[in-house]
């Protein structure tokens, strides 16, 4: 009988993390319709991919030997992430819109372009997808018909060298653009700490928000790290500790998954941002005019700014302030 994996699964293991991972994708699926976080729909995707993955890896843990859960499983788990990315940049440009005074919403400011945020991002993150969908796919449809005796995933990324290449250039480039992020998001949290007492910058409902993006991008890294060391280039290199031991899958794979799960729920935008800035779409002009209506109404009051919370804005009006 042949055996996929390249060590013996751990069954509890296996069933501890589907389990995690089950609940976590229910709270988080729970949140995106109570709060309606409609922009939040990559972090759906991500979830519903993640809780499929680690359900399939638990049915193969238990039977080895039937090939369809397993190749589900290490597509799932291995694509799912690129989704949870794509969540923390809509949610970056959201809290940059929100938190940002007009005069800063600038590339020699931000190091981005404060209107593509999203679309520059998500843009490499799909491309980078679709590479690894396509290495993947090569390594997994050559997997299936392989019937030999000492067939396993390794064995067969090896053979199939132009799917481990497209997989490994797939998941570089997805390295470098998690690394941009994560550096352009952790610069902007702080430098905004400038603006603590000017137009939005009193608030303190993004920056909660911005926990939940630098810590996620920051595992998401970790994770995409470990998967680029980790498929190996040959029978001599590569780093084949790390395909060999079960621990650094649960390690360096799925813990800053469960991490970022968690974070997301701990801190969830529809938490923390208006309803105006939950919708599918961002209306940027409007939101413009709401800063300078809050920018106008602070210069006119004497009263210091208090802490506030979703519910103090409408999502039919504009944004007023509490006192």
Request: hydrophobic content about 50%; overall charge positive; proline content about 4%.
């Amino acid at each position: 009988m042949i055996n996929p994996y390249i060590y013996d699964p751990n069954i509890p293991a296996a069933a501890v993390g589907a389990t995690i991972i089950i609940l976590l994708s229910a709270v988080l699926i729970y949140q995106y319709v109570r709060y309606r976080s409609w922009f939040f729909w990559a972090a759906i995707i991500g979830v519903l991919m993640e809780t499929v993955g680690f359900a399939c890896r638990l049915d193969s843990a238990t039977d080895e030997h039937h090939d369809l859960p397993f190749l589900i499983a290490f597509l799932m788990i291995l694509l799912a992430p690129s989704f949870l990315a794509a969540a923390c940049y809509t949610a970056f440009s959201r809290v940059v819109w929100f938190s940002c005074p007009a005069h800063a919403l600038s590339f020699k400011t931000l190091w981005c372009f404060p209107r593509y945020i999203t679309p520059t991002f998500v843009i490499f993150d799909m491309i980078s997808f679709v590479i690894q969908l396509a290495g993947a796919g090569a390594i997994s449809r050559n997997y299936d018909i392989d019937h030999s005796p000492g067939r396993t995933i390794e064995a067969v990324e090896k053979k199939v060298l132009s799917g481990r290449i497209v997989l490994i250039l797939g998941l570089i480039l997805q390295l470098s653009c998690y690394m941009a992020f994560a550096i352009i998001a952790m610069r902007y949290f702080f430098i905004s700490k400038r603006w603590r007492s000017s137009d939005l910058g009193d608030w303190k409902m993004w920056r909660r928000l911005s926990y939940l993006i630098n810590i996620a991008a920051g595992l998401i890294t970790l994770r995409a790290i470990y998967r680029t060391m980790e498929i190996p280039h040959d029978k001599e290199t590569g780093l084949m500790y790390l395909q060999r031991n079960e621990w650094c899958f649960w390690c360096f794979d799925a813990l800053p998954i469960v991490l970022v799960l968690a974070v997301m729920a701990m801190w969830h935008p529809g938490k923390f941002l208006p309803r105006t800035y939950t919708g599918w779409g961002l209306d940027k002009s409007r939101a413009m005019r709401d800063k300078d209506e809050l920018v106008k109404a602070s210069e006119n009051t004497d009263v210091a700014l208090r802490d506030y919370t979703p519910g103090d804005f409408g999502a039919g009006g504009g944004v007023g302030i509490r006192v």
